[in-house]
């Protein structure tokens, strides 16, 4: 009897994975600064929810991480969650470090192919630096992004912050995690990309 439970339940733990979607990120994806249930990742599944999208979302993210973080507990997490997309989200600490642009790109490039060896589709996020980091930098800082999503053949949404990156308002006091109502709109770029995976 029990192997007979054991073999009817493995097709439903299979469509549970299936319907994964796992999210690699740093602050700005692990709710930093916000209430509980208010990060942008909240609100994705509960918009998820709410249009009948069956999809579980899996929040990875850690404060403070970088793409060789993400490289380094990448496989980790896909061992664990099986996830039928991925959302990467990361880059920001390196440019925020002033990291060489060469590294990130790399790490990126393995994380995507991590995520697609094992059959999990890429929504690749990106992010821009303040002018003050200069012109050359902040240019290939944000065409880093573009670059590994079109050679990777992932999706690509260009800027996480789109919409509300130069009103203050919209941020905490540190001027760089977005508050509730910043939240809001990161989820709805996010979305707008994330549409064409689901």
Known sequence: MTLLFLVLLNPLVAIAQSNTILVLGDSLSSGHGVRSGKGWVDLLQNKLNQINKNYTVINASISGDTTQGGLNRVQRS?????????????????????????????????????????????????????????????????????????????????FLLEGFADNMSYFQSDGLHPKAKGQILMMQNVLSGLDKLL
């Open 78 to 158: 896909l061992n664990k969650h099986k996830p039928k997309i991925v959302i990467l989200q990361l880059g920001a600490n390196d440019g925020l470090r002033g990291l060489p642009l060469s590294n990130m790109k790399s790490n990126l490039q393995q994380i995507v192919e991590h995520c697609q060896k094992t059959g999990a589709r890429v929504l690749v996020v990106g992010m821009q630096l303040p002018p003050n980091y200069g012109k050359h930098y902040t240019q290939q800082f944000a065409n880093t992004f573009m670059e590994v999503a079109q050679e990777s053949n992932s999706v690509l949404v260009p």
